[in-house]
């Protein structure tokens, strides 16, 4: 229909899309790297970051254990969480689809508030349960819904749907009977923080993200054919079972790891994708990295709003990702509409 | 609620230690016991006047009271914590904050550089000495380069009643450890 979208997808133009992408990512963190309470000038950062040390050394602790872990962390969350809504909303034929859609978010948010229950830490405890039953979920969801070896969309999206309504039950039942002390960390983790980013975290995120992203990757052939319908890619000769199999637990995997960590942090896997859609045409060899990159630049700077803003305090980014994301997504909708359909 | 069911409702709001003394007394009052409640608030007095004279014309360290970890939150000026921190000899770190209980980024903390950290933990468990070693990390703020990351009962310095003077006392013994308290006794 419209220019980019017509146009044809060469290694060459993934390649400069990319590196365009990473360029404003760089640009975005170094900026964000520059921005809180301690005033710290982007000459400073940039000679800090060359590893010249004319800072002094609270602002260098402040730079190296605090914000730069915290933009990495946001920069890794919003990569994943966004890869997770393209595949999500092509394997379900759903444009509502996001990674949390199938129960994860209301998984882990038990774990999560189990553990604060029990008055585990933040570090490992809370982290560690919130996964586990992250997982749990999303098994458990593609165990009711799979038959016969298959799974089918609706029914994995209405399973998914149901068991998020009844764990969300069971955190409004722990919020309303929840002590004072309990209640401020447990709405904490439910809005999404990065407050408590450390690199430990990010060492265990990164290589799970990195290798579910390149096998995803490796299927962005095959999910252009199944957008088009599963029997005809079945016909072409797509293992649709497999690839479904696959990207559903990878993505699950790591959207778990991520935000047992952050906490639920919503709409940047719903929207990011659709922007890109909306902006790049919706070939997966150009959208899935894209996407990626463009979660990670949009969450770092939605983070970075939500620990300036109200400084010294902060926001949860939650409240910052669906308030920045929202208007400007209906701009775009508007203009230029979803490009859902292959009009 | 109560008053459409005939029942007497006195309201008291205290905000400050002295308003929680003058609330005793007519609690005292109220309750036809006037004269204990005068009596043992006028010991509490004198053990108020203890504290302060103590401190007269020591040094006001910086004190960032902690009341909830994780998100790290304070008090302002419009509080009983406030307060006794000031009567304890201390500075309130977040006294000048719009919000009442505000959330303080770490970062912030990190740069106004308290002298003294005092987390207010409501129960035993080993979550708050967990998080009292936490700090031990962020080590250019002086009140952990001296070691003066102290945990506090809550229940002595939440409550609105004749035990928020142990909570005082205890306050001005971790803001100023310097002086011999045992000795003036």
Known sequence: ?343 | MLEEAKIPVYVLNPRRVTEIMDAIESVGDLCGVAQRARVRVASLRQRIQGVTDAVRGKGKPLVFLVINVKPLMSVNRNTTHHDIIEMAGGRNMAEGQRITYPRLSLEEVIRRGPEVIIISSMDRSGEHERARREWFQWDTIPAVRKGHVYLINSDLIDRAAPRIIDGLEEMAKLIHPEIAWNERR
């Open chain 1, 1 to 343: 229909m419209r220019g980019a979208k017509d146009q044809i997808v060469t290694p060459l133009r993934v390649l400069s899309i990319g590196t365009s992408l990473s360029i404003v990512l760089i640009v975005v963190a170094l900026i964000s790297l520059s921005m809180g309470p301690a005033k710290v000038s982007l000459v400073d950062i940039l000679s800090w970051c060359a590893g010249m040390g004319s800072v002094d050394e609270t602002a260098s602790m402040i730079l190296a254990k605090i914000r730069l872990p915290r933009i990495l962390l946001a920069g890794l969350v919003g990569f994943t969480l966004s890869l997770g809504g393209v595949v999500f909303q092509v394997l379900l034929r759903n444009p509502l689809a996001e990674p949390f859609i199938l129960g994860i978010s209301s998984g882990a948010a038990i774990g999560a508030i189990g553990g604060i229950v029990l008055g585990l830490g933040f570090t490992v405890g809370v982290p560690l349960l919130a996964f586990l039953s992250a997982l749990g979920t999303i098994l458990l969801v593609m165990g009711i819904s799979s038959r016969h070896g298959g799974l089918e969309s609706s029914t994995l999206l209405l399973t998914g749907v149901i068991v998020n309504a009844f764990f969300t039950a069971i955190i409004m039942f722990f919020i309303a009977t929840a002590s004072d002390s309990r209640l401020h960390s447990m709405l904490f983790w439910l809005y999404g923080d990065l407050s408590q980013s450390k690199y430990i975290q990010l060492s265990i995120c990164l290589p799970l993200v990195l290798i579910v992203s390149g096998v995803i990757y490796l299927f962005s052939r095959h999910l252009n054919l199944i957008v088009g319908g599963e029997q005809s890619a079945l016909h072409m000769g797509v293992e649709v079972e497999l690839v479904k199999w696959v990207s559903f637990i990878g993505i699950s995997l790591i959207t778990g790891v991520v935000v047992s960590f952050s906490g639920i942090i919503g709409f940047v896997g719903l929207i990011v994708p659709h922007l890109m859609r909306m902006i790049l045409g919706p070939d997966h060899r150009v959208l899935l990295p894209a996407s990626a990159l463009g979660g990670a630049v949009f969450l770092i700077a939605a983070d970075t709003v939500a620990r300036t803003i109200i400084s010294p305090s902060e926001l949860p980014v939650g409240v910052i990702t669906a308030f920045l994301g929202a208007p400007f997504f209906i701009y775009l909708l508007k203009k230029r509409g979803s490009q859902w359909t292959q009009d």
